[in-house]
Nanobody, 114 residues
């Protein structure tokens, strides 16, 4: 069984920054990709960013140039640096792991508001 533990969400003013982290723990699992998705009230879950083992990244159009995903392979942890946050970035952010086990974290709330 693999667990994904997310942290770093919270309330931030427009233009501010936050860092999310997601740590994967468990026994005998391999990781192909980790990433972040988000879901705002009344909307479908959407891609924020993903990173594969080689380090190649992919971003949703709405966050390109503002968010950066990174990964510490030794710690099985993925990070999301979010800069220039906008009210429309408000959502529950979910960590995703794809590999020998695939699944979601519990989600962390990010609220961008003055």
């Amino acid at each position: 069984q693999v667990q994904l533990v997310e942290s770093g969400g919270g309330l931030v003013q427009p233009g501010g920054s936050l860092i999310l982290s997601c740590a994967a723990s468990g026994s005998r699992f391999s990781i192909n990709a980790m990433g972040w998705y988000r879901q705002a009230p009344g909307k479908e879950r959407e891609l924020v960013a993903t990173i594969i083992t080689s380090g190649s990244t992919n971003y949703g159009d709405s966050v390109k140039g503002r968010f950066t995903i990174s990964r510490d392979n030794a710690k099985n942890t993925v990070y999301l640096q979010m800069n220039s946050l906008k009210p429309e970035d408000t959502a529950v952010y979910y960590c995703r792991l794809d590999g020998s086990w695939s699944g979601w974290g519990q989600g962390t709330q990010v609220t961008v508001s003055s």
